[in-house]
């Protein structure tokens, strides 16, 4: 175990054989770490943190203060970070607001130096959150989401699977999964190619999900949401082992049909001219 002499760890912490703890760490009580955990100088680990396996945390990181809502009152939550996580210089993540809640972030995501997650906010595995971003109260980032620095990021606004959103703009509607967001004031700017390589999903799911796109686009949320829903009902009940056999597509839906249920600030639909 390589905890630094400068570093504070709280007594009634049983830490992994395998920990470093860099100079002035602090790590309050009421925390949890994985195995392969490397903190380094400056970090705060406040009550309520838990730090999956191989989470590395660069200078100054400072996990589950307190959220910055009024409606707080000192409920007892906290912060998970996912497994194989990486979190660059400065990252702030809060606890949630409400009692038992978590913010979450998910395995082997990359959170680039001075972003900011807020309390109760979602971020799926294998995201990459660039420098500066600042994301408000219950934002949800889908897996595999890549989100350009300097970006802020409107409470409750839903950001889909695989999605790419560009650098220092306002994102305050919900992105679609696996499209591009661009352009100030925000648009739609088509698939988001590398997103659905990313996330293993073949030629076929692209395609359809292009067609359903334009839907969108051109016909309104109505007419696409109701050739989705005939769809996904002709699709149900086919057999697991299908789930490979189909190029992906019963996976897309699946991530499709949770970002439409959850969305809450109205999508991004109309096109980049």
Not at 161 to 179: C, E, I, Q, T
Not at 218 to 223: Q, R
């Amino acid at each position: 175990m390589l905890i630094h002499p400068t570093a504070v760890v709280h007594p009634s912490l049983d830490l992994p054989p395998d920990s470093e703890v860099g100079p002035y760490a602090l790590l309050d009580e009421g925390i949890s770490l994985g195995t392969g955990v490397r903190i380094g100088p400056f970090c705060h680990l406040y009550p309520g943190t838990i730090l999956e396996n191989h989470v590395r945390l660069e200078d100054g990181v400072v996990l589950g203060n307190q959220p910055q809502d009024l409606k707080y009152r000192g409920e007892i939550s906290g912060v998970r970070i996912g497994a194989g996580a990486w979190l660059r210089e400065y990252v702030t993540v809060n606890r949630a607001t409400a009692a038992g809640g978590r913010t979450s972030v998910g395995a082997e995501c990359l959170i680039m130096a001075y972003a900011h997650v807020a309390h109760d906010c979602e971020i799926g595995g294998r995201a990459v959150i660039a420098n500066g971003v600042h994301m408000a109260g219950h934002v949800r980032v889908g897996p595999g989401a890549v989100i350009s620095g300097m970006t802020g990021i409107h409470q409750f606004v839903s950001i889909g699977a695989g999605a790419f959103v560009g650098g220092n703009l306002r994102v305050d509607k919900d992105v679609l999964p696996f499209s591009k967001a661009l352009g100030e004031p925000l648009r739609y700017a088509g698939l988001n190619a590398l997103g659905l390589e990313r996330m293993g999903l073949g030629p076929e799911p692209a395609s359809w999900l292009r067609d359903f796109y334009r839907r969108f686009s051109a016909e309104g949320k109505a007419a696409a949401l109701a050739v989705f829903a005939t769809e996904e009902s002709a699709s149900a009940g086919l057999p697991s082992h299908t789930h490979d056999a189909d190029g992906g597509m019963a996976r897309l839906r699946a991530l499709l049909a949770d970002f439409l249920r959850q969305q809450k600030r109205g999508l991004l639909t109309r096109p980049l001219t």
